[in-house]
């Protein structure tokens, strides 16, 4: 029976480990990225998606072991000598490696509700285009920013029929206000979220921006352009390519949706 004890005391102190260092280890992954300790390939597709759900297992077993080792040690061999801090290294286990794993599976069926795009605007005839300067910002590694000429890699369809197809509610969003005060009105929104604004021009009424994740440090690329209407009022378009990565999970879509919401509150509009 000491041997199981023993074994017991092992595995209980190997689960409260995984604990507390498997969230760490997920949370150098982004962070380190972010901060350029690493790159994202190595950050992401490496820590996160090769060596991640290694440790969730881990973690979720030592957990399970460790607790029918307490029940079956509290039962069969009369020992009730462990702790609460030994009930809750193992609970801890199985909540860190559950919680990581059904995550994982909740981002995996989103990625295949979606199409694996990456590159979204409210004008898919005529999208507000990229300055030169931007682009070369970008990289010679990034997305290409030629929305005509991109399709959906799944379904090879055409980029601007699989958008609309799948995100019917990014549209432009037509104001009353006159086209300055539109655009200026723009500018205000996209700094409140915290978009980093690198080109800005009253006299063209655009202006360029990126926007940064918290995790990883993803960069997507933003333009926003506002055109007058012969009868009045304005029509403020935006456009949002990821840097990196083929399906951005939806996040461009989601920042489009959110800054034309933002904009008509601000300016009044429904």
Known sequence: MGILLTIRVIVIWLAGLAAIIVPFWFAAAGLGSRFGLWDWRFGLGIMTREIGPNLLFAALGLGALALVLLIATAIFVKDRRAGAGSWVAALAAIAV????????????????????????STDTTNPPQFTASLVIRRGADANSVDYAAKTDPRSGRPLP????????????????????????????????????VSTESERELMFEATATTFWYGFRDDIVVRVTALADGGAVVDARSVSRVGVSDLGANAARLRTFSDRLRDRLGED
């Open 97 to 120: 490696g559950a919680a990581g794993l059904w995550y994982a599976a909740s981002v995996a069926a989103r990625a295949a509700e979606i199409p694996p795009i990456h590159d979204i």
């Open 161 to 196: 029929e699989v958008q609309a197809e799948a995100y019917p509610d990014i549209q432009p969003v037509i104001v009353s206000a006159e086209p300055l005060a539109a655009y200026q009105a723009a500018l205000r929104v996209a700094r409140e979220l915290g978009w980093t």
